[in-house]
């Protein structure tokens, strides 16, 4: 099953209210679930390959899988066009509509998770935030992010807003976040 919710802030699980359909991850958009507080503090992780250690992408968020809150994802709003690709046809899954297609890492060519290529209505209904790529927890390690100070976690509230046309990739950080 595809459908997720973001309900970890930093590792701490909140329940689903039984019910509710939500593919995508909750976030700045949310109705019922989590309100936008929540959301700006949610740590930022950087999100690479298991199989290579390479870097995916630096904007990601936890996540746990709707149908089973045992699984963790990970999940970022900015499409990683020059770590992944995607490999096999779209498919749906039984809890939804939304036509996924999965993503390979482009040194290793092993899935690292899917994409939501077209959302379903009742999902674009439902709280999202906009986060349509997710990686699987058991194909990806993570490291937190470091604010600008190197002292604090990164949290979500605090990354600029983006450009609509703006892709994951090294071009995108500062000297100073590859540093770091």
Known sequence: MSCCIDSTECGTVEPV????????????????????????????????CIFCDSLLCTRGMKAVLLADTEIELYSTDI???????????????DSCKCKLRDIA??????????????????????CNNGHFWMFNSDAVS?????????????????????????DEGSDGLSEEEWIR
């Open 17 to 48: 209210k039984p019910g509710i359909r939500i593919h995508n991850l909750l976030g700045k958009e949310s109705r019922n679930l989590m309100s936008t507080s929540n959301f700006k503090n949610k740590c930022v992780s950087e999100v690479s």
């Open 142 to 166: 993570t490291v937190n992010r470091l604010d600008s100070s190197g002292l604090n976690l990164l949290l979500w509230g605090d990354l600029p807003e983006l450009d609509v046309s703006e």
């Open 105 to 126: 890492c482009l040194k290793c060519g092993n899935v690292v998770g899917y994409h939501v290529v077209a959302p379903c209505k009742p999902c674009l209904l439902s």
């Open 79 to 93: 499409p990683p066009n020059r770590t992944v690709d995607f490999v096999a046809s779209c498919y749906s899954t």
